[in-house]
């Protein structure tokens, strides 16, 4: 059983920026991808970042490569989300799980493919 605990939410205005981290418990992570999700009221939940364990990959949602950095921590079992230049349309809960080694291409990004969940962080953004 993996345990994860997702911080750094808050109340932004326009253009400011945020960084979510995602501290992960109850087992190595070792060969597995972590992602953040995000969902918003009345939305489905959305792919935002994902990172392999090892190596250079990662994958973004729709045009929030540039804006939005992911990143992790091995050894500290820890996932980051550094959230810059944010816009109302990214408020949010955001999600942090994980799930298989990395796939390419939409199949990774998947939520049904992540097994476990945080409880989420709430990000909002006001204009």
């Known amino acids: 059983q993996v345990r994860l605990v997702e911080s750094g939410g808050g109340s932004v205005q326009t253009g400011d920026s945020l960084r979510l981290t995602c501290a992960a418990s109850?087992?190595?992570?070792?060969?597995?991808?972590m992602a953040w999700f995000r969902q918003a009221p009345g939305k489905e939940r959305e792919f935002v970042a994902r990172?392999?364990?090892?190596?250079?990959?990662?994958a973004y949602g729709d045009g929030l490569e540039g804006r939005f950095t992911i990143s992790r921590d091995n050894d500290k079992n820890t996932v980051y989300l550094q959230m810059n230049k944010l816009r109302p349309e990214d408020t949010a809960v955001y999600y942090c799980a994980v799930g298989p080694g990395w796939t390419w291409g939409a199949e990774g990004s998947a939520a049904a493919k992540y097994t476990f969940w945080g409880q989420g962080t709430q990000v909002l953004v006001s204009s």
């Open positions: 990172k392999s364990y090892t190596g250079p990959h990662s």
């Open positions: 109850g087992r190595t992570l070792m060969g597995y991808t």
